[in-house]
């Protein structure tokens, strides 16, 4: 059987930006190559499956243009020497995003596994569209970020059950749905979306994340706007939380 590989964007080291799990830090792995065109798309260059990637941990020389794809015991490798660093900064976990990272299960669960027997575990970030792949790796992880991608933001809508199957598998580990929301989503549109995620998961915590920037999804609502849907997925979810992208507040990837 052939070694399981994957595309790598990039690899470094910085605090969780989103989400629940905001401010750990963590080692990011970044895939390349995603199925989805999210009109918000915060990072189009990962979406090219094509390229090379660059590894920039603190402790280690940078390396940079090195060759794709990457077979997941490589990426260990590279890993157990900044792991063996004795000044290394602590990483709660290492975050796998892309891109979207269920294009590759294999190398996931791969990666996932030899995680496990080094003890730092793996914060998966999924789109929430592949709820086959991620039934095939859900064993080797240990947190997920599932995205609820919202019809306005894409363009063509998902069909919900392939978030609410996703949502389901991902409510048997920690974790969060982010819901990235704009000043061109409705209240009908929304209300619809946390009726769906109340379905498939009753108890998942939800973020409501407002966009960085302008895009062609729209701009950032306003706090009002915020406050009020933060009030309405209430009426759905125990637990709902308006946070914004952090790391673009920091400054830093
Ligand atoms: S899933 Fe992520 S990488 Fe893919 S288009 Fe959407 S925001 Fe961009």
New binding site residues.
Partial sequence: MSEPTAPLYEVFFSVQGEGLWVGMPQVFVRVRG?D???L?????A??EERGEWALDLPGLPPRLAQPNPVPADCLLVLLDEWLRLPERPAAHSLALT???PLLYPDFVAALGRGLRSRGLPLYLET?GHHPEALAQVLEWVDFVAL?CKLPSTLPEALAPEVFTRSAALAARLPFCVKMVVTDRISEAELEQAFRVLAEAAPCAPLVLQPVTGVSPAGGPPSGRHLLAWQALAGRFLSEVRVIPQCHRLLGVR
Avoid: M
């Fill in positions: 995603c989805l065109r999210c918000y798309c915060d990072t189009p990962a979406r892309g891109g979207e789109g995205d």
